[in-house]
């Protein structure tokens, strides 16, 4: 069994993206925690919280990684992250929306695993 290390910049980085009302890049990240560790190391927690399920990736249609928490309830609770992420043109913020699935529907022979489904538009503080 792997111990897993709960070291102070894994705490702070979780801390702050499950704080967040929208998704972080790692730049923004290392932003808001300069001075506590290089971005090799945020990048390594971000992909540690990400294997660990507390947090998952969202693609911007710009190409950029931003990283959200998970809002699943406890441990033993199944969860994908199949629901709509909203990309703000204007303040660039992206936001999941989390009672918003989308629906489609795929030829035979071919299995979803997962689903990456951005909108772009004006977010309420932008209209």
Same mark, same amino acid.
Request: net charge negative; hydrophobic share 30%.
């Given at each position: 069994m792997k111990v897993k290390r709960n070291?102070?910049?894994r705490t702070t980085i979780l801390e702050l993206i499950t704080k967040s009302k929208v998704a972080l890049?790692?730049?923004e990240i290392q932003k808001i925690v300069i001075?506590?560790?290089d971005r090799v190391t945020i990048y390594r927690v971000l992909e540690r919280l990400v294997k660990? /399920?507390?947090?998952h990736k969202i693609v911007?249609? /710009?190409g950029i990684v931003k990283f959200a928490r998970c809002s699943h309830d406890n441990e033993n609770h199944i969860h994908t992250h199949n629901h709509i992420h909203f990309n703000c043109e204007k303040c660039l913020a992206v936001t999941c929306l989390e009672n918003i699935e989308p629906i489609f529907n795929l030829?035979? *022979?071919y299995i979803t695993k997962e689903? *990456?489904?951005t909108l772009s538009g004006f977010c309420p503080n932008c209209i």
């Open positions: 070291t102070v910049a890049s790692q730049p001075g506590l560790c660990e /399920d507390l947090i911007t249609p /710009d030829p035979k *022979n689903v *990456n489904f």
